[in-house]
């Protein structure tokens, strides 16, 4: 029989079906009490519905050619834990947007056209290593979350945190899905590449407007202060994108795979945490 997945034996991808209260925290400064990380992540938020949707499509497209029945449970799973997401950043867009005054329609306005661009100038290969590159950045993201010394460990509100830890965790679970699927119908290491240098791109740019269009709202655009400091935020020593860069970069690596980062002792961490919230 073909073997087409890596996802480790003991990696169970689970679709856990939550849904999160978060409309209290989403009125405030949620993220250390601090404008600028706070808009950082909630633009992150916007880009999910329709980015994860295009996930799921570009994985999708290639179902049928997959052969591996694991790795087809797999895709499944993947699908469904992406649709779970969808639905919880719907709803805390829609709650941010109302409570806060940002126009979601511009905001996803933008995203959407960018995707309808992508579908139709880009290959489907194409658009499925654009799905591998940013399931990479989503992950290394969900590494440094998850991990002992994580930017969410103080200051971040409870309930904030246990939404973004849950889908940080279960991006952990499904990192390699797409990519497998990528490996398995035959892309090529340079389109793998290339693609993450696109999809960063892309993302950056999402990102930052985002962040812009809720600092002019909140009538914080101007405040020099305010953006030296979520600039320290992002990329001085310590910063949510500088500690990632190490594992950014290994996805240029010939041969890079995923798993070869091996993140299972902060899955099992999470899933500790999850039964101790529970008991
Ligand atoms: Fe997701
Ligand atoms: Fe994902």
Redesign the pocket.
């Given at each position: 029989m073909i073997k087409q997945s890596s996802t480790p034996e003991n990696v169970a991808i689970e679709p856990r079906n939550r849904q999160h209260e978060f409309s209290g925290a989403l009125a405030r400064d949620w993220f250390d009490n601090h404008a600028f990380k706070t808009a950082w992540f909630n633009a992150m938020s916007i880009t999910?519905p329709l980015g994860?949707k295009f996930f799921i499509d570009s994985v999708r497209n290639f179902s049928p050619q997959i052969e591996d029945p694991k790795l087809q449970d797999e895709i499944k799973a993947f699908c469904g834990?992406?649709g779970f997401?969808r639905r919880e950043h719907e709803r805390y867009n829609q709650s941010l947007c109302e409570q806060r005054g940002y126009d979601l329609g511009y905001l996803e306005g933008r995203i959407e056209k960018n995707i309808a661009r992508s579908k139709k100038f880009l290959s489907r290969m194409e658009q499925l290593a654009i799905t591998a590159a940013l399931e990479h950045i989503?992950a290394i993201m969900a590494e440094s979350a998850l991990g002992e010394d994580s930017p969410m460990a103080v200051g971040v509100d409870a309930d904030m945190k246990t939404l973004w830890t849950w889908?940080a965790a279960?991006?952990m679970e499904h990192k390699s899905v797409a990519f497998d699927v990528f490996r398995a119908v035959g892309g090529t290491e340079k389109m793998r590449k290339q693609a993450l240098r696109r999809a960063t791109v892309f993302l950056m740019i999402d990102v930052l407007i985002g962040t812009v269009h809720m600092l002019r709202r909140d009538k914080k655009f101007w405040d020099v202060r305010l953006w030296a400091q979520g600039w320290k935020f992002l990329f001085f020593k310590g910063g949510i994108l500088r500690r990632v860069w190490h594992n950014y970069k290994a996805y240029f690596r010939d041969g890079f795979h995923p798993w070869q980062l091996d993140t299972r002792d902060l899955l099992d961490d999470w899933k500790a945490s999850q039964v101790d919230a529970l008991a």
């Open positions: 999910f994860e834990q992406e997401h989503t889908h279960e991006e």
